[in-house]
């Protein structure tokens, strides 16, 4: 019963230094997100996928980069971090269509 | 473009009384529209959704939303707080796989 699983929770990076957050669901669905969230700001997308191979930016992709090489797995990539990237980043994944969408618990991202 | 904007950004509310939250969106054909909430530290839940059909709306641990089209609102509802429902709420709009989420609404209960 595990859902949606985001892994590291909490980080901790110097500028300039990369990192990869992994997400894993088992619910089998087609789509998945990475959010990040900041205060007074809610949720805002940075990529998201349709679909196994495919990947598209949202609103906030730059500084970031994604991977959907498996179907339950989306990983969330920074080439060279930058304190402007600390943040809570959440996964999601969905079926699309209806838009409801089932979160992880969140990683938390401190960039020194 | 979809957005959506909760004007109220912490409410204090009194264990037992009701509890509102506004939610109003910018959407240019029929909303899809859903509250969810966080707890702190967690992920978010989804609370309830509208599609279409019966413009109220049940969800789960008592809340309630209403849909206004001719206010772009829906508003959440709860008729007696818990001190558990202490939370960030959000409402959110979209449609297909894209959803817009506002920036949330902090609810502190006090005993």
């Known amino acids: 019963n595990a859902g949606v699983t985001q892994t590291p929770k909490f980080r901790v990076l110097k500028t300039g230094q990369s990192m990869t957050l992994l997400c894993a669901q088992d619910m089998n669905h087609e789509y998945m997100y990475w959010y990040r969230q900041d205060p007074g700001m809610g949720l805002r997308l940075i990529h998201y996928s349709v679909g196994e191979g495919t990947t598209a930016k949202g609103e906030v992709p730059d500084g970031y980069n994604v991977s959907r090489l498996k179907k339950q797995n989306f990983l969330l990539g920074l080439e060279s971090a930058a304190p402007s990237q600390t943040s809570v980043y959440f996964c999601?994944?969905?079926?699309?269509?209806?838009?409801?969408?089932?979160f992880g618990e969140g990683s938390r991202l401190t960039v020194l | 473009a979809q957005s959506v904007t909760q004007p109220d950004i912490h409410i204090t509310v009194s264990e037992g009384a009701s509890l509102e939250l506004r939610c109003n969106y910018s959407?240019?054909?029929?909303?899809?529209l859903f509250w969810y909430v966080q707890s702190p530290g967690q992920g978010l839940q989804l609370l309830l959704k509208?599609?279409?059909?019966?413009?109220l709306v049940q969800g789960i641990k008592g809340f309630e939303a209403e849909f206004k089209r001719s206010q772009s609102s829906f508003n959440l509802r709860k008729p007696s707080v818990h001190w558990s429902d202490a939370a960030e709420y959000f409402c959110a709009v979209g449609a297909g796989y894209k959803l817009s989420f506002g920036a949330g609404t902090t609810v502190t209960v006090r005993a």
């Open positions: 959407y240019g054909a029929t909303p899809y």
């Open positions: 999601a994944s969905g079926n699309g269509g209806t838009g409801e969408l089932f």
């Open positions: 509208y599609f279409s059909g019966d413009t």
